[in-house]
């Protein structure tokens, strides 16, 4: 079993929906990151979070460290938002992030 | 600012021979990772240097290595090239005791 699971791994949605995208994992971490990576292969660092919710224009992050469980939403979905989402999770003393698979959003205009 | 460097951005070898890719971090970060990102497979961590030494290491063959130098850029080294090392590799720096990793825009190297 992967130490960081990610929901769905694909997602095709309409322009202006609601979008989710869940990761939960099963090791204890420092931090945890929300990627977005585009087609060309550049990373880009969205959130990072150690507690509970943050937000940068239409996109939301939050974190229950009880339930090891993070969730990304994307309100009113764009075209430009299409990219493949990834959840990775740092424990802390090893220094490096250990990666979900990723969520392949596409939006449809 | 200038973001996390990397050389070059594409390189093409074959099989049995050597490649070293470099990175460059942002001013003032120490902490140098490498990560893979092979074709189908999710980001998978290479090596952490920080402060000039290795501080951990991914589950990668002897063949993968690397060092940082005094200015805190980086150089990862894969000896005997294999045709699964085909990917994307993946550069990011931080502070020391930051957490949040900035990263490059990668090396894809293909192994024929």
């Known amino acids: 079993k992967n130490e960081v699971e990610q929901s769905p791994q694909n997602l095709t949605a309409q322009e202006g929906e609601f979008i989710t995208i869940n990761c939960s994992y099963s090791?204890?971490?420092?931090?945890l990151h929300w990627l977005q990576q585009h087609p060309g292969g550049g990373i880009v660092s969205l959130f990072m979070?150690?507690?509970g919710k943050k937000k940068h224009g239409r996109l939301i992050a939050t974190i229950n460290i009880q339930e090891k469980h993070s969730s990304l939403h994307i309100t009113a979905s764009h075209p430009r938002d299409s990219a493949v989402y990834i959840c990775?999770?740092?424990?802390?003393?090893?220094?490096?992030?250990?990666f979900g698979k990723g969520t392949k959003l596409s939006v449809k205009p | 600012e200038a973001g996390v460097t990397q050389s070059p951005t594409h390189l093409i070898k074959t099989r049995g021979q050597q490649v070293t890719l470099r990175c460059s971090p942002i001013?003032?970060?120490?902490?140098v990772y490498w990560y893979q990102q092979a074709l189908g497979l999710g980001l998978q961590f290479l090596l952490w240097?920080?402060?000039?030494?290795?501080?951990n290491r991914g589950n990668f063959p002897p063949r993968f290595s690397g060092r940082q130098f005094p200015n805190y850029s980086s150089e990862l080294n894969v000896n005997a090239l294999e045709l699964e090392d085909s990917a994307l590799y993946l550069c990011?720096?931080?502070?020391?005791?930051?957490?949040?990793?900035?990263f490059g825009p990668g090396t894809r190297l293909l192994v024929l």
């Open positions: 240097y920080d402060e000039g030494e290795e501080r």
């Open positions: 990011a720096s931080s502070q020391t005791g930051e957490e949040t990793q900035y």
């Open positions: 001013s003032g970060h120490t902490s």
């Open positions: 990775a999770v740092l424990r802390g003393s090893q220094g490096n992030l250990i």
């Open positions: 979070l150690s507690s």
């Open positions: 090791v204890g971490i420092s931090a």
